[in-house]
């Protein structure tokens, strides 16, 4: 299994950015997926969940109705899509899928 993140950067404050995880090795449309974050020196935390049709999605509540999460099982990416970025959403990002983990891709939020 491989979980590959991209998509991160530096960005201000209100501000948009669009994460991928391409993802190889399993039989990509019949699992869900999450994301996750971890801030500097904090424990790292859920961010959203989405089933593997794509159907059902939930948020953690410090992101409910600014990011949305959606997957392309063609070509076996999910993807998170963050709006309204706040400065306590800088973060490493993280693809999870079961025990596995990509390397991330860091998200800074500042002016």
């Known amino acids: 299994v491989q979980l590959v993140e991209s998509g991160g950067g530096l960005v201000q404050p209100g501000g948009s950015l669009r994460l991928s995880c391409a993802a190889s090795g399993f039989t990509f449309s019949n699992y869900g997926l999450s994301w996750y974050r971890q801030a500097p020196g904090k424990e790292r935390k859920w961010v959203a969940v989405i089933i593997s049709s794509g159907g059902s999605t939930n948020y953690a509540d410090s992101v409910k109705g600014r990011f949305t999460i959606s997957r392309d099982n063609a070509k076996n990416t999910v993807y998170l899509q963050m709006n309204s970025l706040k400065p306590e959403d800088t973060a490493v990002y993280y693809c999870?899928?079961?025990?596995?983990w990509g390397k991330g891709t860091q998200v800074t939020v500042s002016s």
């Open positions: 999870n899928f079961q025990q596995y």
